[in-house]
């Protein structure tokens, strides 16, 4: 099963330009998260799931907390924190900087990360 949060929006810091380390700004997140949600299909219990608010905490509390320079940092800690989870088995996450470069709605790193048993 793969669960989908789509276009998240977060405030925090990141970049490394000094107009973009003293200001928060807006960063969107997407993100999908397999797993293996056959113990919740049979209990259809919260408990025996993922649970995308969770998730959602997750992502907002590594932003909040950090000021990255670089779309690829923040992208891998995100990783880092949410593969804690170890139902997570497969993760992919593509983290927007909205009207970060002249010309462009936004730049994007997309990172994918698998479970390896």
């Not at 590594?62 to 497969?90: P, Y």
């Not at 996450?93 to 010309?103: Q, T």
Request: hydrophobic share 40%.
């Amino acid at each position: 099963m793969v669960i989908c949060i789509k276009n998240l929006r977060v405030s925090g810091i990141l970049g490394v330009y000094p107009e973009e380390r003293n200001k928060e700004r807006d960063i969107v997140i997407n993100a999908r998260v397999e797993y293996n949600a056959q113990a919740a299909i049979r209990s259809d219990a919260l408990e025996d799931a993922l649970d995308y608010k969770l998730i959602r905490d997750r992502i907002q509390k590594v932003v909040a907390e950090t000021k990255f320079n670089l779309l690829e940092k923040l992208a891998d800690q995100l990783v880092n924190e949410l593969t804690q989870d170890t139902r997570i088995l497969k993760l992919e996450l593509e983290i927007d900087k909205p009207r970060a470069l002249r010309l462009t709605d936004s730049v994007s790193a997309i990172i994918t990360w698998e479970r390896h048993t």
